[in-house]
């Protein structure tokens, strides 16, 4: 098919990098002289799309061929909260666990009991007034000390 200006056709360009729809600027015979980028807008001659060249081919079916590549990253193993929960647990008296409110004073390693979310354990003082206490469902960060 003959090419008019006007017409859009698929060319490499040097600007880009990369195989991009190209607008017919000049036409000399059946030969295109002169295009310009949709993307960038430069205007050159029409080069061969990437993907149509030997070597845009050799490129292509290579990096299928290698599947080792493509660096994956690796998920961390869950930690299951509920068996953290009852390692902190052994050797804790759960009958002297103290009933929470915001007035309690806790300590790292105290036992407790919510009305909502049932047995914890302090694990961390995050500020003078924030602890992260461990559940068996999950970790939750409370206030506490409050007069």
Known sequence: MPYVPGNAA????LECKRDT???????????????????????GPLRMPRHKTKAGLRAALQKKATPGTKKRRTRKPKEDPG??????????????????????QLEEGS??????FGIGVVTA???SNKATILFE??????????S
Do not use: N, W
């Open 111 to 116: 036992v407790l009991k919510h009305k909502s």
């Open 125 to 127: 003082i995050v500020e």
């Open 10 to 13: 698929e060319g490499y360009c």
């Open 83 to 104: 068996q953290t929960f009852r390692q902190l647990l052994q050797g804790k008296d759960i009958s002297a666990a103290i009933d929470y409110s915001v007035k309690a």
């Open 137 to 146: 469902d999950g970790p939750r960060t409370m206030i506490f000390g409050r």
């Open 21 to 43: 729809v190209q607008t017919v600027l000049e036409v000399e015979g059946l030969q295109v002289r002169l295009v310009r980028c949709e993307k960038c807008g430069t205007e």
